[in-house]
């Protein structure tokens, strides 16, 4: 479902080089939950930031769900219209939620829907549908202020769900959470992988989070993938 083949980025600021991915392949299977994890400075946000090319790779190739992303022309804001088509199959959970706090639950939901061109009455509905798949039908009115931690960030996995992706890329997403929200979001994770059979690829700096929720996992050092496969190969090797 997601793959990266000899993918490379190099950073150039004031005059040096940084070489954030050195060559990482990746093979991420259809309705796993893959787990990428290392140290800070090993290149996992990076990573997730050239699956859905918020940031252009220097070199090397990101194939989802059978579109080579690379080949599509432009980046993030200037996104051409072939890879914003690519991108809606793709959702993305953020560290920090990233919510409107002017906006109701429901208006941040919707925003992806009004995006995309549905009228009024289908973005109430879908919204509805996304607020209740996430145990959260009762908050629509609320503003984010309002809300916890594991709420916000249920919010934040409502709208990454909007367009109906095949892939969620999760950044961190449980890394601002106490240990037991950590775990409902996890599990909430876990629970739609199964029920609407998502990819998720999660990057994360810790070990537990791939242990309680990971099928296959890579660990990343220096910009590369040092040992990757299934979890119970990878664990039984430590
Ligand atoms: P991680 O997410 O594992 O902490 P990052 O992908 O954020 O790692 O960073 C990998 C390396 O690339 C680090 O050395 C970081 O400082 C560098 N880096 C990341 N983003 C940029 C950028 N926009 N400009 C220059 N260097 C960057
Ligand atoms: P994370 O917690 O995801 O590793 P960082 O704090 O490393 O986030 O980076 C936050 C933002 O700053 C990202 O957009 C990243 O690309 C950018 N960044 C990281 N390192 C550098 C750097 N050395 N120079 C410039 N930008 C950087």
Redesign the pocket.
């Known amino acids: 479902m997601i793959t990266t083949k000899d993918l490379t980025k190099v950073y150039r600021?004031r005059g040096r080089e940084?070489t954030a991915l050195d060559g990482v392949d990746l093979h991420v299977r259809e309705g796993e939950v893959y787990g990428v994890v290392g140290t800070?400075g090993a290149g996992k946000?990076t990573l997730i930031r050239c699956v859905n090319m918020l940031e252009r790779p220097s070199s090397g190739s990101v194939t989802v769900d059978g579109v080579e992303l690379n080949a599509l022309p432009g980046q993030e804001h200037r996104a051409g219209r072939d890879l914003r088509e690519a991108r809606r199959r793709i959702g993305m959970v953020f560290q920090h939620f990233n919510l409107l706090s002017s906006r109701t639950v429901q208006q941040n939901v919707e925003l992806p829907l009004e995006i995309i061109g549905l009228d009024r009455t289908q973005r109430h509905r879908k919204a509805a549908e996304l607020l209740d798949l996430v145990g959260l039908a009762d908050k629509a009115r609320n503003y984010p202020g309002q809300l916890s931690g594991g709420q916000k960030q249920r919010v934040g996995i409502a709208r990454a769900l909007a367009g109906d992706p095949k892939v969620l890329l999760s950044?961190?997403a449980t890394s601002a959470l106490d240990p037991e929200t950590t775990r409902s979001i996890l599990s909430l994770l876990r629970d739609l992988n199964r029920q609407l059979g998502l990819t998720v690829l999660l990057i994360t700096h810790e070990m537990d989070v791939i242990k309680s929720v990971c099928d296959s996992a890579a660990l990343m050092r220096g910009g590369k993938v040092i040992e990757s496969g299934g979890l119970t190969e990878l664990l039984a090797t430590r």
């Open positions: 600021s940084v800070s946000s950044d961190e």
